[in-house]
């Protein structure tokens, strides 16, 4: 009796074992990590890409290209999940981003900072001056008279994607970022005579730097 029962434990294991129980024997996705680098610009609108994947010889693959899609909004060190890829024997891809500095704006999560020069003048007594923007568009910006150096104007959704998800509530400007447009003092260089005279009289009222555009 007890060989027989020795006998029906062992086999309840062997079925439980074939049946694959807490065993999963099912071929895994080769995962492969593929570096991308992109422009602000094509952060901004989203991109594609041919990436050369590279062979595993264990797997019997051999190096391939594909092409890929880049979302729009991405930012540099992100990872972009391409999942199984359709005829790539279920490659499970996966892409590093890195985006390039600009030579004009500088990024700060969604939004964009804009440096921008305003003749001093322009500070003191108020005026308009053009703002590039990402998409090469120009847009106007009342400047106020008496405006400090270093001031920034934050211009609504003209900054970089939020993703998908954003502005599901229908607020506009919600699905991207603002610019924040830094402004600094241009100041006048190769004065004339009657200039000078101006600023000399200036000095003699007693205006300062500071007053001038000058940092509060």
Known sequence: A?????TSDRTLFLAAAGAGVGVDDRPRARRAD????????EAYVGASRTVE??????????????QVTIPAGVKSGSRVHIGA?????????NLQVTVKAHARFDRKGDDLVIPIEVPLVDLVLGGEVEVPTIT????????????????VFRLKGKGMPRGRKAGAG????????????????????HLDAESRRLFE???ELGVSATQLGGEE
């Open 136 to 151: 090469g568009k120009r847009v106007a910006l009342k400047v106020p008279a008496e405006t400090p150096n270093g001031k």
């Open 170 to 189: 229908g607020q506009a400007g919600a699905a991207f970022g603002d610019a924040l447009v830094t402004v600094s003092a241009l100041l006048p260089r």
């Open 201 to 203: 009289e200036l000095r």
């Open 85 to 93: 890829t359709k005829g790539a024997d279920g490659l499970d891809l």
């Open 34 to 41: 593929v570096p991308v680098t992109i422009t602000l610009e």
């Open 2 to 6: 007890e060989t027989q029962g020795l």
């Open 53 to 66: 994947v590279p062979a595993d010889p264990f797997a019997g693959m051999a190096a391939r290209r594909l």
